[in-house]
């Protein structure tokens, strides 16, 4: 037995929506432009005057000196092959391949809410083929259009609260990566001092004239033999509350662990060992570990865990690393890495001033993970009428100084 409708709403081919509301065939909606200047992939340039939009994953794909498309803006691209869509409002240079230009109705649709309503189209994959044609068999929703203005100013409103914050965690990620080439050069002084700093050159770079390079097998615990990987079957009937880990992070949950306490884990193989890479990560508690990451602990008195987790992902390993299909940095080298040791008092300074950076990235990507649910859930609600603008407010989305 169907339930019955909500007040002011009406049964379309969409489903419920608000009374006024109408439903209209895309293409009676949407035009798609044929003429749009293009380039090759091989024509794609790293800079240049004109923006080239491509089907790819990247907002903007390269540039070009070639006449740009500047009529009838702001447009929608569509990705034949990829399914990806681009709301562009400037000049530019289409990339050749499956790239669909589209200009909505201005009598009927807002742009922009024309572009939010498309990306609620769940359009089901042919792997490379084409989509254009599936796209175009869809329906979309008809609000009048102040609300159409509205809705689109809202959701645009959450995107770029949301894209301030990524920007927000690009900046603290660049001056965790500029605190850590101070530290492991000079030391937790501040950057005004490093100039009276005493430095001597070691194999590792400079360092602080105090401090001592030593092999990693000397300051650390290795328990690789109390590894046990477990198959994606095993896996799957040991369901559990206990941390799965591998060489780049947890993988699973399961019923049972190996280790109790705080270890390091770096990646054996299948890993990142780059220069600020996260090559090794820390686990506390219990947790179980297959073979593809060495379990560290540090010896309490020469090192302190955290600091060794930030040491090693400032290193970089990669030069160390043995293998041509699947790099592997095995047991008997990592013994012998060279390694920069502070005294104790300074490890702790220098792990609790990155530890203080981290915090802050984890705040910021946790608001971004926030503003990213609040986008999803508002886009659903907001295109079907669930949820009206009038009178919506959210508060917190702008941020303070």
Same mark, same amino acid.
């Not at 009048?144 to 959701?155: F, T, V």
């Not at 994606?232 to 799957?236: G, H, L, P, V, Y």
């Given at each position: 037995m169907n339930e019955p409708l909500p007040d002011g709403f009406q049964m379309t081919e969409l489903g419920p929506l608000p009374k006024e509301w109408r439903v209209v065939r895309f293409d009676q909606a949407i035009t798609r432009v044929t003429r749009v200047p293009k380039v090759k992939q091989s024509d794609y340039q790293p800079i240049g005057l004109v923006p080239i939009i491509d089907q790819g994953q990247s907002f903007i794909a390269g540039y070009t000196d070639k006449s740009p498309y500047k009529d009838n803006l702001p447009v929608i691209v569509f990705g034949d092959h990829t399914r990806v869509l681009k709301f562009v409002d400037f000049p530019f240079v289409a990339g050749a391949d499956g790239t669909q230009v589209l200009i909505p109705d201005s009598t009927l649709f807002d742009p922009l809410f024309v $572009? $939010? #309503? @498309? =990306?609620? &189209? %769940? &359009? !089901? =994959?042919? *792997? $490379?083929?084409?989509?254009f044609s599936l796209? /175009?068999? =869809? =329906?979309?929703?008809?609000? !009048? @259009?102040?609300?159409?203005? #509205? &809705?689109?100013?809202? @959701?645009?409103?959450?995107q770029r #609260? +949301?894209? #301030?914050?990524?920007?927000?965690i690009a900046a603290l990620k660049e001056l965790k990566n500029s605190l850590m080439q101070h530290l492991f050069t000079y030391?937790?002084?501040?950057v005004t001092e490093r100039e009276h700093v005493a430095l001597q050159e070691s194999e590792i770079g400079p360092l602080p004239a105090h401090w001592r390079v030593v092999r990693l097998g000397e300051v650390v615990e290795i328990h690789d033999k109390l590894r046990i990987p477990l198959s %994606? +079957?095993? /896996?799957?009937s040991r369901k559990g509350i206990y941390p799965y880990c591998g060489a780049n992070g947890v993988l699973d949950y399961i019923d049972d662990y190996l280790f109790e306490g705080e270890f390091v884990l770096l990646a054996e %193989? *299948?890993? $990142?060992?780059g220069k600020f890479e996260s090559s090794a990560y820390l686990m506390k508690g219990r947790f179980w570990v297959n073979n593809h990451a060495h379990i560290l602990r540090a010896i309490e008195k020469y090192a302190i865990n955290i600091f060794l987790l930030y040491m090693l992902n400032f290193m970089d390993i990669s030069v160390f690393i043995s293998g041509t299909t699947r790099g592997k940095l095995t047991q008997g080298v990592l013994k012998y890495l060279p390694i920069p040791l502070p005294p104790l008092d300074e490890q702790g300074q220098i792990a609790r001033m990155l530890q203080a950076v981290d915090a802050k990235i984890a705040a910021e990507q946790a608001r971004c993970a926030a503003l990213e649910a609040l986008f999803k859930t508002l886009l659903h609600h907001l295109m079907t009428g669930k949820v009206r603008v009038k009178g919506l407010h959210l508060p917190g989305l702008e941020r303070t100084p």
């Open positions: $572009y $939010y #309503a @498309l =990306s609620t &189209i %769940d &359009i !089901p =994959s042919r *792997g $490379y083929n084409r989509h796209l /175009r068999e =869809s =329906s979309l929703p008809l609000p !009048p @259009l102040p609300e159409q203005r #509205a &809705i689109a100013h809202l @959701l645009r409103t959450v #609260a +949301k894209e #301030a914050t990524e920007g927000v030391g937790p002084v501040p %994606d +079957k095993q /896996r799957q %193989d *299948g890993g $990142y060992w």
